[in-house]
């Protein structure tokens, strides 16, 4: 098979979006397709949202949407605003909303606040969906268009019904060895504007011939990611990139969801540092023994009862550590973990 020649346009904006964010190809090359997307969604009856998540804070998601901002079509920067002004900005001016803080509006102890902007969310990824509200002193019943592209940038997980309509990139801290440039907008903005540029030729383009286009799309995804995810494929594949982008798709929704413990995580990824010392290796028994004597720590109460392996598997898993079979002194073996499986998780983390 011949190897794909990605149009130039794909390598100037995935290299622009690394300039100032750590992620991986994958996640950058999907970013790089629903850029462009934004820009001839008019041309889809779907459109997914994509969800930039992180474990914790300080891991780019904020910086990611600023180099977004400078790139999509219609761009709207907004932190928690109010139901009436999304309604109405996204039924009149169909911008791409940059939604950052989305945790927020999706927290329990919250939510009742949020609930229009939920069925805004649960509503806007297909053309032609509206939400009813009244309007007015007549309160006159008003059907508000949702349909257009979004970004959801928050901790930890959202809820199924978003996160079936998304597209999964999980950020992480950088470590100390990974060098991103300033993003210094006054200086950035007029050479992003260029590429923007250039990105508004293309669609202007070949929008037109992307109407109706059906692509083979991954078996590895669900029916409803392969729905909304078509459009992304159909652009690769005018950018000469379609191999790659099939590939990052099934990448980025393969891996674990996150959950909405990660302050629980970071403390125990700490105290598994604290009681690893210089060990190679320890077993599951051996290491919830240890944190259940760290003074003030939570793993003997935790939720009411100890911490227990599974616990510690589950909050481990969203750093991509997972137990394996040990070898300890004396020749026995166990299940375990190894510092060389938490070490990345270290550096990146504390």
């Known amino acids: 098979m011949t190897k794909q020649k990605p149009n130039p346009l794909v390598s100037e904006l995935t290299d622009f979006i690394k300039r100032f964010v750590v992620m991986g190809d994958a996640k950058t090359l999907v970013v790089a397709m629903w850029i462009i997307h934004t820009h001839c969604v008019e041309s889809s009856v779907q459109t997914p949202y994509l969800a930039v998540t992180s474990p ?44 950052d803080e989305v945790d927020t509006i999706f927290n329990p102890r919250t939510a009742d606040k949020y609930e229009g902007l939920r069925a805004l969310l649960n509503a806007g990824h297909r053309r032609g969906a509206t939400v009813p509200r009244c309007v007015g002193s007549s309160n006159e019943v008003v059907e508000f268009s949702t349909f257009g592209p979004k970004v959801l940038a928050g901790i930890g997980m959202l809820p199924d019904t978003v996160a079936d309509r998304s ?67 159909a652009i690769a594949k005018k950018l000469k990139c379609s191999v790659r982008v099939r590939k990052a798709l099934i990448e980025l929704f393969t891996s674990e969801r996150l959950d909405d413990q990660e302050s629980m995580r970071l403390r125990l990824l700490r105290d598994i540092q604290k009681v690893f010392g210089d060990r190679k290796v320890m077993s599951t028994e051996a290491l919830i023994s ?10 003997s109460n935790y939720y009411g009862r100890g911490l227990e392996p599974r616990d510690v598997g589950n909050l481990l898993r969203q750093f991509d550590v997972s137990s394996t079979t040990v070898a300890l002194k004396g020749g026995s073996r166990k299940k375990g973990y190894k510092r060389d499986d938490l070490s990345e998780a270290w550096s990146r983390y504390l």
């Not at 006054?186 to 011939?209: D, H, M, Q, T």
């Open 56 to 99: 914790e804070r300080q891991c780019g998601k904020s910086r990611l949407l600023e180099v977004m901002e400078l790139l999509v079509a219609r761009p709207w920067m907004a932190v928690l605003p109010s139901e009436a002004v999304v309604y109405r900005n996204i039924s009149e001016n169909k911008p791409t909303l940059l939604l």
């Open 167 to 233: 597209i999964p990139v999980r950020l992480e801290r950088k470590r100390r060895d990974e060098k991103v440039e300033r993003f210094n907008r006054r200086s950035v903005e007029p050479e992003s504007a260029g590429l923007r540029e250039r990105i508004e030729a293309w669609a202007k383009s070949n929008a037109a011939a992307l109407d109706g286009v059906q692509v083979p799309m991954p078996e590895e995804l669900s029916d409803r990611e392969q729905d909304g995810c078509e459009c992304l494929v």
């Open 290 to 299: 240890a944190l259940y004597a760290i003074e003030e720590a939570p793993w």
